[in-house]
């Protein structure tokens, strides 16, 4: 799965978040190799993954965002053996170390608001050790660099990512990937 990942995503930086449905079919049509699945639910996520992993593209699980799954173990054994997805996200440290256990590539998703937010988010990845981090909002190259050095993991940025120099500036700062949902960026 590790490598799966980042062979995709140093071939093509650009990663399509699809927070909507209705993005979907664009998103595998995209020059993109990977998907973050912002939204889904127990009734079409199997379909999604399916769908997504038929064109040969891989595939990361917000768990946090899929409705009617709870945000435990259980239903994390049950995406993983039932709809196999290339790997999840969250922001939940707890899921992160049950995931690593069950063998599953790992992103955990850190929201940088302020001084105190990043320094937790720091601590916390290095006690979980995800496979990767992303980091949101996205634009924050500083930021990246500091994460990215004290941690040593791999750094994926996304949030408010809305045109080319965006992109660059996290590249640039560090980042191995850019996840967005904006369909401009997904063809650069």
Do not use: C
């Amino acid at each position: 799965m590790k490598n799966i990942f980042f062979s995709k995503v140093f071939e093509n930086p650009i990663i399509a978040a699809v927070n909507n449905i209705e993005k979907l079919d664009r998103a595998v049509s995209s020059p993109t190799e990977i998907i973050f699945l912002l939204v889904g639910d127990i009734f079409n996520l199997k379909k999604i993954v399916d769908e997504v992993k038929s064109k040969e593209m891989s595939i990361y699980v917000h768990l946090d965002l899929m409705e009617g799954f709870s945000k435990d173990i259980v239903a994390l054994k049950y995406i993983n053996e039932n709809i196999k997805p290339d790997g999840i996200i969250t922001t939940k440290s707890n899921l992160i170390k049950f995931a690593k256990n069950l063998g599953i590539f790992t992103i955990q998703r850190l929201f940088i608001l302020d001084s105190l937010s990043l320094e937790t988010g720091i601590s916390s990845v290095l006690s979980t050790k995800p496979d990767a981090v992303e980091i949101l909002p996205g634009i924050m190259p500083k930021i990246t660099q500091e994460i990215h050095k004290k941690t040593h993991l791999p750094i994926i940025t996304g949030g408010l990512i809305k045109e080319k120099e965006d992109v660059i500036n996290s590249l640039n700062a560090g980042a191995i990937g850019v996840s967005t949902s904006k369909e401009e960026i997904w063809y650069m």
